[in-house]
């Protein structure tokens, strides 16, 4: 591949569908990695009917216990979990794929190796599957955080960034970064510290993160999805309910402390009525990645600061709007997220009544991204800033942050007013939202493709859900579940309270 810049993209877009990049198969080949690898990513089109599994893809073999047939000790029945997402299945059938500087670094993008063969069986033509008293049912890789960066770090094979991180007009020569939590980590004072792995916060089987909100309705869309085996005997309730009430529980207690400390760096210890004065939050980063990390569209951590007498609030900065989950900060430059953008592309975008394209129009189009305008997320303890610029986990602006910082200030003025009773009162929280308001509505009005049994291509939801608003396509679905939610509530990862002692005389 030799030229990766913009005209490159343009050109993919003015070709046929057969000729164009398989824009489902670069994102199914993390999501639903079964699926990717069974060859479910894409329909077939007229020129490549192989694109549904006759060609491409490789039967992984699993026992179920739904098939009539006497399981294969060695090719058991083909796998049913193309539809499943991530599971303990796959991951334990993951191996060292040994393709970044000879295995040094995660390949990314997905590139993972695979055994075709369920893991808890014992079959010889997996070198290596066999150990004293059974089958091997874990890889030495699956402990290591480059398991988790092969699908934690992802490019765009496609495009060159256009992001000018020092803003001379030069942008880094690199393939557009998408993701960089892998890369974050491995810059970073964590890959030498005990207890520095991605499994050791990330507890395996249970992995907790900040996505909570989804997890409370995923029912509502999928039912009781477990009611196969309870109609087989199992001793199992047919709901998933109470299981992923207490994930969200797990994940709250996680991100609640685990994830930052908020420290006041500076206030002053009284003031009087009408008397001005400041007051300096530190958020330092704990994780071993920037905070927040992942892939950024949507995702904003911010402060939420209260300050307060008997008398009334003084002043309140970093609330969220609860009619349309708008966070409400007197400066965005605050809140802390990665801010992308699809440049240079004219009137392919959406234009809006005016005939211009909207900041949000050009910042949700994940394949066409191609230039970061802002990257203020906290970086790791003891970052290598160096190698952060020039592999694409950019610090934007990039005086923002110095080598090896972890932390960020915010500072806030206030006047106390002249009716002003008892001492004054402070409290700062720092605050995650997963899907911004925008986010979510760009997702609800560009996913629009009717399902079948509304005439339409698209999948039908799931007949068992229970999904109020009747939804006609799966955007619609979403913003249901987000809107019940409460817009895709904040979660708590902080929190710190302080006192100014109020004085009359």
Same mark, same amino acid.
């Given at each position: 591949?030799?030229?990766? !810049?913009?005209?490159?993209?343009?050109?993919?877009?003015?070709?046929t569908? /057969? /000729?164009?990049?398989?824009?489902g198969?670069?994102?199914? #080949?993390?999501?639903?990695?079964?699926?990717w690898?069974?060859?479910?990513s894409?329909?077939?089109?007229?020129?490549? @009917?192989?694109?549904?599994?006759?060609?491409?893809?490789?039967?992984? =073999?699993?026992?179920?216990? $739904?098939?009539a047939?006497?399981?294969?000790?060695?090719h058991?029945?083909d796998?049913?979990?193309?539809?499943?997402?991530?599971?303990?299945?796959?991951?334990?059938?993951v191996?060292?794929? =040994?393709?970044?500087?000879?295995?040094?670094?995660?390949?990314?993008? !997905?590139g %993972?190796f %695979?055994t075709?063969?369920?893991?808890?069986?014992?079959?010889?033509?997996?070198?290596?599957?066999?150990?004293?008293?059974?089958p091997?049912?874990?890889? @030495?890789?699956?402990?290591?955080?480059?398991?988790?960066g092969?699908?934690?770090?992802?490019?765009?094979p496609?495009l060159? +960034?256009? +992001?000018?991180p020092?803003?001379?007009?030069?942008?880094?020569?690199?393939p557009?970064?998408?993701?960089? $939590? &892998?890369?974050?980590?491995?810059?970073s004072?964590f890959?030498?510290?005990?207890?520095?792995?991605?499994?050791?916060?990330? #507890?395996?089987?249970?992995f907790?993160?900040?996505? *909570?909100?989804?997890?409370?309705h995923?029912?509502?869309?999928?039912?009781?999805?477990? =009611?196969?085996?309870t109609?087989?005997?199992?001793?199992?309730?047919?709901s998933?309910?109470?299981?992923l009430?207490a994930?969200?529980l797990?994940?709250?207690?996680?991100?609640?402390?685990?994830?930052a400390?908020?420290?006041?760096?500076?206030?002053?210890?009284s003031?009087?009525?009408?008397?001005? !004065?400041?007051?300096?939050?530190?958020?330092?980063?704990?994780?071993?990645?920037?905070? @927040? $990390?992942? &892939?950024?569209?949507?995702?904003?951590?911010?402060?939420? %600061?209260?300050?307060?007498?008997?008398?009334? +609030?003084?002043? /309140?900065?970093?609330?969220?709007?609860?009619?349309?989950?708008?966070v409400?900060?007197?400066?965005?430059?605050?809140?802390?997220?990665?801010?992308?953008?699809?440049?240079? &592309?004219?009137?392919?975008?959406?234009?809006?009544?005016?005939?211009?394209?909207?900041?949000?129009?050009? /910042?949700?189009?994940?394949v066409?991204?191609?230039?970061?305008?802002?990257?203020?997320?906290?970086? @790791?303890?003891?970052?290598?800033?160096?190698? &952060?610029?020039?592999?694409?986990?950019?610090?934007?602006?990039?005086?923002?942050y110095?080598d090896? =910082?972890?932390?960020?200030? #915010?500072?806030? *003025?206030?006047?106390?007013?002249?009716?002003?009773?008892?001492?004054?009162?402070?409290?700062?929280?720092?605050?995650?939202?997963?899907?911004?308001?925008?986010y979510?509505?760009?997702?609800?009005?560009?996913?629009?493709?009717? $399902?079948?049994?509304?005439?339409g291509?698209?999948?039908?939801?799931?007949?068992?859900?229970s999904m +109020?608003?009747?939804?006609?396509?799966?955007?619609?679905?979403?913003?249901?579940?987000?809107?019940?939610?409460?817009?895709?509530?904040?979660v708590?990862?902080?929190?710190?309270?302080?006192?100014?002692?109020l004085? #009359?005389?």
């Amino acid at each position: 591949m030799t030229d990766l !810049g913009l005209s490159t993209a343009l050109d993919l877009l003015d070709k046929t569908e /057969e /000729e164009q990049a398989v824009v489902g198969d670069f994102c199914l #080949r993390c999501h639903s990695p079964v699926g990717w690898l069974e060859g479910f990513s894409e329909p077939p089109n007229a020129a490549e @009917p192989h694109l549904r599994g006759d060609f491409w893809g490789a039967s992984l =073999q699993e026992f179920s216990p $739904t098939s009539a047939e006497a399981p294969d000790p060695l090719h058991n029945k083909d796998s049913e979990g193309h539809m499943d997402g991530i599971t303990c299945d796959f991951c334990h059938r993951v191996i060292d794929n =040994q393709k970044d500087a000879g295995g040094i670094k995660a390949a990314g993008n !997905g590139g %993972v190796f %695979v055994t075709p063969y369920e893991f808890f069986t014992a079959n010889p033509e997996w070198e290596g599957d066999m150990q004293p008293g059974g089958p091997r049912v874990m890889d @030495p890789f699956q402990r290591e955080s480059e398991l988790c960066g092969t699908c934690h770090e992802v490019t765009n094979p496609f495009l060159m +960034t256009l +992001t000018d991180p020092d803003g001379d007009g030069t942008p880094v020569n690199v393939p557009h970064p998408i993701e960089r $939590t &892998y890369t974050e980590w491995y810059n970073s004072a964590f890959p030498d510290k005990a207890g520095g792995r991605c499994q050791d916060c990330h #507890r395996p089987m249970r992995f907790p993160g900040a996505q *909570t909100w989804m997890l409370t309705h995923l029912e509502r869309l999928w039912g009781p999805i477990d =009611q196969t085996w309870t109609d087989l005997g199992y001793d199992v309730t047919s709901s998933r309910q109470a299981a992923l009430d207490a994930r969200v529980l797990d994940n709250l207690d996680f991100v609640d402390g685990a994830t930052a400390r908020i420290s006041v760096v500076n206030q002053p210890e009284s003031l009087r009525p009408g008397d001005t !004065g400041s007051v300096k939050f530190r958020i330092t980063n704990l994780t071993g990645h920037k905070l @927040p $990390t992942g &892939y950024g569209e949507g995702r904003q951590m911010w402060l939420h %600061v209260r300050i307060w007498t008997k008398s009334g +609030t003084i002043l /309140e900065d970093g609330a969220v709007d609860p009619a349309s989950g708008e966070v409400l900060v007197a400066d965005h430059d605050d809140i802390f997220e990665m801010h992308a953008l699809a440049e240079g &592309y004219g009137d392919l975008l959406d234009e809006d009544s005016d005939g211009l394209v909207t900041e949000h129009e050009k /910042e949700f189009h994940f394949v066409l991204l191609n230039k970061v305008v802002k990257d203020n997320r906290i970086p @790791p303890e003891g970052y290598d800033k160096a190698a &952060y610029m020039a592999q694409g986990a950019f610090i934007i602006p990039a005086d923002e942050y110095a080598d090896g =910082q972890n932390w960020a200030d #915010r500072e806030y *003025t206030f006047t106390v007013p002249a009716n002003a009773r008892g001492n004054i009162k402070l409290e700062a929280k720092l605050m995650y939202k997963t899907f911004s308001n925008h986010y979510e509505d760009f997702l609800a009005e560009k996913d629009s493709e009717p $399902t079948v049994s509304h005439g339409g291509h698209a999948r039908d939801l799931p007949a068992a859900g229970s999904m +109020t608003s009747n939804p006609q396509h799966w955007g619609e679905a979403l913003k249901e579940i987000y809107e019940v939610s409460g817009n895709g509530p904040a979660v708590q990862f902080a929190r710190k309270k302080t006192e100014i002692e109020l004085n #009359r005389e």
